[in-house]
């Protein structure tokens, strides 16, 4: 950097900045400071001035004060460097004074002309023998300063003593009083060194316009100061020249002395006098549509008592009431301040309410029966044209979601959004669920002997449908073949339990007959009139139920039970091997019934006594019973039936039997009893409406 930057500081604590013009600083205000800056060892005490009318002689003035320099001489930003400073003083008298002094401001100025306040302070100085009619330099002593600042002197009082050998500084600083007659004031005063300047700012009023006069000075004139990239203008030395027709803004300049040396770089800043600001922007405004439309409103603020109106152009225009929007577009405003006199340019802002769109419609929730494999499914929902879709875990907020879909038993829901621009819809929700399919209901069979079966459902919760589209539990069928039931559970079908029935057949009751005895017989025989090959045929006889005699018909011939005492109650049965399903007994009477010939001469046949048919009746033998009782039972009607013994207070004891009963068909159920108790008890038999019952005598 050129050396045309002066620099000073003062007891190492203060730097300076390039010097300005004496007539800029005509009207900066004197300052005090806390930092005193001294460089000789004489007392710089606090000091009472007279007023500047009371100072009768101003023969001596303090008039230039100086930094060494070479010719285009230069230094690098930021670096120290230490110089003497030299300060002139003219004595106009044609005597010479013992001594001088003066008091100042020193103040440092910016690069760009400003003041640094902050390195501010005062000054002083006493130098003895002035001499008659000249202009001398005095050494005020060496400063150390920063490359790119300089210094000015302002606000210096000066006072002066006669010419006795008496009149020494310590005189002239410790009474002050006694020199009022003899006192200067200089305005301010530039420490001179390389090309420097002051300038002075003329502002713009909002009907005028601003300028900069700037006074060149130092280095070697004459001088070329140009204002930012235009053509220099030449300035002989002691003279300014002014730039003019400037508005308000920020501006470069540039001068050069005659040694051609690169020019120096000054800035300065011109503000408009009286001129209004122009409104600071509430901020542009940009809204998706609500339901019914929002209405926005342009807002700006501006200056300290400056009005503000509203404008539908940058300029010109027309001038708005309401700068309001309450639709779908945008439209931009301009607002104005104006303080009476000036108004300003104009500040945009803008309104913009962005179309929202309609929220995405479904596809439909979604809710299947598991398969197997499990099945996927994907949410589905369309978005209004335009626009793009979107899926969301949560009605609000929540995480985005590529694939809404469900692969598990379970449940879920999506939610789709539709986005147009920087706008988004509500959303919309899509819930997916697969439930479980149950298990298939077990079937138990249970093949009757009337040519009926019986097929019951287990594991179940839910609701049965039978091949037959029965619904019960149990169905009762009457055709072989494999039955089928499913179970449905919240909607979900089972696969298919299965069952097989094959209903047994019943065989008819046999036809027996008692053959002839004597009197002198002690047994008798029993004959099945026309056996069945593949038959299984049983005698018994109530009163000896245990001593029932079988025979197994497989080939021809006749089937005979033989050795049968005389009694009551003898009945046949017969049994399919095939079914194992046994018929109705063929009774037969009681066989001491039977008359004798004393003379055992006559054979007489045997008188079967057969129950009538079409009736509903129950027997028990042995009674009195013992361990064993033995019930046939026979019903007029077809039908759900029990068989039930309750003791004597009514308390029922047992269910003998329980199912479904032929009409016509007779049944034997042998009944053991438990523990050996003997009690009295009563056996009641229903089949739909029929009801019959009888009394148990307990063996004793």
Known sequence: ??????????????????????????????????????????????????????????????????????????????????????????NKTGSTRTSFAFW???????????????????ISKCFSTIPKNATTGYLYGNV????????????????????????????????????????????????????????????????????????????????????????????????????????????DIYITDANNCTPVHLTRTISTVGSVSAPTSGGDQTQCAQSPVQTLTASATGDTGA??????????????????????????????????????SRTAVKLTINETPAAPTSGGNQSECAQSPVQTLTATATAPSGSTLSWWDAASGGNSVSNPTLNSV?????????????????????????????????????????????????????????????????????????????QTVDGCTSANGSGTADPKTTPDAPSATMQPVTCSDKTFSVKVNNPVLGTTYSLTQPGNSNDAQTIDYKAAGDVIFTGLTFGDGYSVTAINDAGGCVSSADECGNSNNVTRNMSNTSTIQNQPVILEKGVTDVKAVPNPYNNIIRFSIQSDVSGQGTLELYNMLGQKVKTVYQGYIQKGFK??????????????????????????????????
């Open 1 to 90: 950097m050129k050396s045309n930057f002066t620099f000073g500081q003062f007891n190492n604590t203060a730097y300076l900045k390039r010097s300005t013009h004496s007539s800029f600083f005509s009207g900066i205000p004197k300052f005090v400071l806390s930092a005193v800056l001294i460089l000789l060892s004489i007392a710089n005490n606090a000091q009472t001035f007279p007023p500047a009318t009371s100072c009768t002689s101003k023969d001596l003035l303090l008039v230039n004060a100086t930094l060494p320099y070479e010719k285009c001489e230069t230094c690098t930003d930021g670096t120290t460097i230490t110089k003497p400073l030299t300060l002139y003083i003219n």
């Open 104 to 122: 100042a401001d020193l103040i440092v100025i910016k690069a760009n002309g400003d003041t640094d306040y902050a390195r501010s302070g005062k």
């Open 144 to 251: 150390s300063f920063l490359c790119g600042e300089s210094l000015v002197l302002t606000n210096i009082w000066e006072a002066w003593t006669d010419a006795s050998p008496n009149s020494t500084c310590p005189t002239l600083l410790n009474s002050t009083s006694t020199i009022n007659p003899k006192c200067g004031i200089v305005a301010s005063l530039n420490v001179v060194a390389g090309d420097a300047a002051t300038i002075k700012v003329s502002n713009p009023t909002c009907t005028s316009t601003g300028s900069l006069k700037v006074f060149p000075y130092g280095g070697t004139g004459p001088y070329k100061v140009a204002l930012g990239n235009n053509t220099p203008v030449s300035v002989a030395i002691g003279d300014s020249t002014t730039f003019s027709g400037l508005a308000a803004g920020t501006y």
């Open 307 to 344: 009005t503000i109106t509203w404008w539908t152009s940058a300029t010109g225009g027309t001038q708005v009431t309401n700068p309001t929007l309450n639709k779908i577009g945008d439209t931009t405003y301009y607002a104005q301040a104006s303080n009476g006199t000036c108004t300003s």
């Open 410 to 486: 379970g449940s879920i829901t999506y939610y789709a959004q539709s986005t147009l621009g920087s706008c988004s819809s509500s959303r919309t929700s899509v819930s997916l669920q697969i439930k479980s399919t149950p298990a298939a209901p077990k079937v138990d069979v249970k093949n009757n002997c009337d040519g009926s079966s019986d097929l019951t459902a287990s594991e179940y919760t839910g609701s049965l449908l039978w091949s037959t589209s029965e619904t019960t539990a149990t169905i009762h069928v009457t055709s072989a073949g494999t039955y089928t039931v499913t």
């Open 667 to 700: 049944q034997t159920i042998d009944y053991t009893v438990p523990g050996g108790a003997h009690t009295n008890l009563i056996y009641i038999f229903r089949v739909g409406n029929e009801r019959k019952s009888g009394i148990l005598i307990g063996a004793k």
